[in-house]
């Protein structure tokens, strides 16, 4: 008879990183999902304040109006006469979307009614001014 030689498989010493690697991509899925949601109109702007403000859950297109007249949205600023063209353009993307006008508290009146008014022209039914909420006294 013959003697059989038997051979053991290395022990596996290793850290298995598939759960780790799936939990990871979950991640960054989440952050992107999220990312694309949120939208800035490209400046930071001072808002009034409103004790009756309230805020929007649904997804928003944000214009800003700077107190030196200059209007940003989605991240670039754009002429007035451009105005209506680009709100159109994005109301195709999203025609259930409203418009949020963050104008700073020292921009012209005039400037912020008529970035109002290019939002209706556009074909947007919801445009609301956006004020930091106040407290109550």
């Not at 009614?113 to 445009?127: N, P, T």
């Amino acid at each position: 008879m013959r003697a059989r030689r038997h051979t053991h498989p290395p022990d596996e010493t290793g850290i298995d990183l598939a759960p780790m690697l799936d939990f990871v991509l979950n991640l960054l899925i989440f952050f992107i999902i999220t990312n694309t949601f949120v939208s800035e109109a490209g400046i930071h702007v001072d808002r009034p304040a409103a004790t009756t403000a309230v805020k929007q859950e649904r997804a928003n297109v944000l214009v800003a109006v700077a107190p030196n007249g200059e209007v940003w949205t989605n991240g670039q600023r754009v002429d007035i006469r451009a105005l209506r063209a680009n709100l159109q353009k994005r109301r195709q993307e999203n025609p259930n979307a409203a418009v949020i006008v963050q104008a700073d508290r020292d921009a012209r009146a005039g400037l912020v009614v008529e970035v109002m008014d290019q939002a209706r022209l556009a074909g947007f039914k919801d445009v609301a001014i956006a004020a930091t909420p106040k407290s109550q006294p």
